[in-house]
């Protein structure tokens, strides 16, 4: 921005009133046209940043798009990796469930329970309820545990007085995650080689039963 406009006076030229307003006309002239100039400057400096953050907040959503999209289609691989060997490694941990179904869902307005369920192994005395997930999370296991008292309510609605178990699926695990699900008395089932491993919750930890 240019520099205000300076004015001097001539002492042998000694200034009349008409002199001095002409100044002050040039001087108010010269600091409107700057003012001008530094709003018109400043409007296109906004103009350009809420361009920049409509572009930013366009390429998060899109973003976040894909990333959902990938992350459903790497769960439902995970689901298809998992499922079929379900009922095979529960067995070999002492667990004979005669049944499995997958994406169970439960809509009882009139008891206002809503909820889905991934994978929903049973028999006669237990029900196994397994959440699976490509990378798991703290707040994952929490709306799991919320999961299991749902259904729990669900099921002593309808005279259904098994015992039910619960269990976190995932690709990758953290410990934090994994230790967070087996003190919230959840099986945990980690990928091993072709197949997967079950953590048991032992020691510190007990099974918790719904």
């Known amino acids: ?110 008891n206002n329970i809503f909820l889905e369920v991934d994978v929903f192994l049973q028999n006669g005395d237990k029900v196994m309820v397994v959440e699976i997930k490509a990378t798991p999370t703290v707040r994952d296991i929490a709306d799991h545990v919320k999961r299991m008292e749902k259904l729990r309510r669900y099921a002593g609605l309808r005279g259904d007085s098994r015992k039910y178990l619960g269990a976190i699926a995932g690709v990758v695990v953290s410990d934090s995650v994994k230790n967070r699900a087996l003190s919230s008395g959840f099986f945990v089932l980690v990928p091993s080689g072709d197949t997967f491993n079950i953590i048991k919750p032992e020691g510190k930890y007990r099974v918790r039963e719904w």
């Not at 409107?32 to 809420?50: I, P």
């Not at 390429?59 to 999209?69: A, H, I, S, V």
């Open 1 to 110: 921005m240019e520099t205000t406009q300076e004015f001097t006076i001539d002492p042998t030229d000694p200034p009349t009133f008409e002199k001095v307003w002409k100044m002050f006309q040039e001087m108010s002239r010269e600091t409107d046209r700057q003012f001008k100039e530094m709003s018109r400057e400043t409007d296109r400096q906004f103009k350009e940043t809420r361009e920049q953050i409509a572009a930013t907040g366009k390429q998060m959503k899109e973003t976040d798009k894909r990333l959902g999209e990938l992350t459903n289609r790497f769960g439902d691989m995970v689901e298809h990796m998992v499922v079929p060997n379900l009922l095979k490694r529960f067995k070999a941990e002492g667990f004979v469930f005669e049944m499995a179904s997958r994406d169970l869902k439960v809509a009882d307005e009139k």
